[in-house]
């Protein structure tokens, strides 16, 4: 069982979530008094006899055995994430996709039918696609709340979603989304990677089991791997049992030191990068080179409403189509200079990538379009850089790719398409001109 506290004191009240984030799950080391959690780097644990190694393997007795099945570094990490989301216990893992994989394969067993809800991250879409149907698992899509209220089997055994969705930041309802599952007698589970418990506790909205990649705004500094599944016990049993005893998907007690590092300053950070990141969208969504910002903090946002309810605020990632399409996305993201082209999200640095060239490339076209991933989408992480520094830059970029498709299509309006790179280059070049059609809204210098 999980203790969400210091066991040497209990709070007269309720802590704040800051004060979880530093406190909860660990206290000063007995053996040493060290305040930092010590990192128990052994694969294996002595036990005192013949009898007493029998009864930690069968349960009777606690302790640990194996650092596979649990790590005394890992079980800090574990509580620490219990708390945060208010959940009984929680299981470390390897990465987010180890999470995803052993609460999938933990719960089902072949003839079980599974339903997804909107937009799913490319690797959890793969399981969805190809891992679970070889295994006789039916896998269901439905792109909204509405179509799954109507369309859901009372034989479904996993109603799966995830909120905001990558990379297009639908805001799925978790409440509605865990009525109709527990209608249907169905386990629902939450991605909340894009979220973290900080902005949104799934299961305080119903949701049975939380599932994270702690590589993202858990660990925050892009130096550690990790994934994290929370709920009850007696469904956090059975994904222990398939993700470590049967899939070996271990944390390292390297990495969930890394990680509840991260953990500590998980607020700061995530305050800091909404911030930026609903700055950053309100520019962006008047920019003419722009056709689209999805972010659910602007009012234009589909599930605005929904977000306002059930997150503290609206998240630090941003995606964005660009007219011009690929071509457009290409030399935006190759125009930056602060924001670093990379497919992770949640770390200090600002991030940016291409999801249809990246982390949704293996997806089917047809069902990578349905999705909203087209080939002019760009997905933004925003860090906790200096928003003015932030806008600037993005705006420098913004404008490089800008001119490159207006210089083509000046090009190809004069019947020049075909004339040489240094022809066009100059149209390019011209700033001056290209500021003057008042093609941008530059960013104001903040207070």
Known sequence: MSTHIPPHEAPCKPWGFRTLAVHAGQSP????????????????????DFEAGERRFNGEAPGYVYSRFANPTVAAFERKMAALEGGETAVGFASGMAAISASLLGLLKAGDVVACVGTLYGGTDGVMRSLLPRLGVTVRHFRTVDALRAGLDAGTRIVYVETPSNPTLEVMDLAQVAQIARQAGAISIADNTFSTPYLTRPL???MDVVVHSATKFISGHGDA??????????LLGPIRAAGMGQLGGCLSPHEAVMLLRGLKTLP????????????????????PAVARVYYPGLATHPGHGVAAQQMRRFGAILSLDLRGGRAA???????????????????????ACHPASTTHHSM????????????????MSVGIEDCDDLLADVAQALARGWSQCLAHALAVCCGEWLA?????????????????LDLFTRPRRLA
């Not at 995530?270 to 008047?286: G, S």
């Not at 996305?329 to 991030?351: C, E, K, N």
């Not at 089917?364 to 997905?379: H, I, K, T």
């Open 29 to 48: 080391d007995t053996s040493t008094g060290a305040i930092a959690p010590p990192i128990v780097a052994t694969s294996a644990f002595a036990y005192d």
């Open 204 to 206: 305080a909205l119903g």
């Open 225 to 234: 791997t990790g994934g994290v599944a929370v709920g009850r016990a007696e």
């Open 268 to 287: 700061l950070r995530v305050e800091a990068a909404c911030t930026n990141a609903e700055a950053l969208a309100r520019w962006l969504q008047a920019q």
């Open 329 to 351: 996305a290409r030399q935006f993201l190759d125009g930056l200079r602060i924001v670093t082209q990379a497919v992770s999200v949640g770390d200090v640095d600002s991030l």
């Open 364 to 379: 089917p076209e047809p069902v990578r379009l349905d999705n909203g991933v087209s080939d002019a989408l760009v997905r």
């Open 420 to 436: 040489p790179v240094p022809r066009v280059a100059p149209l390019v070049a011209q700033h001056e001109k290209i500021k003057a």
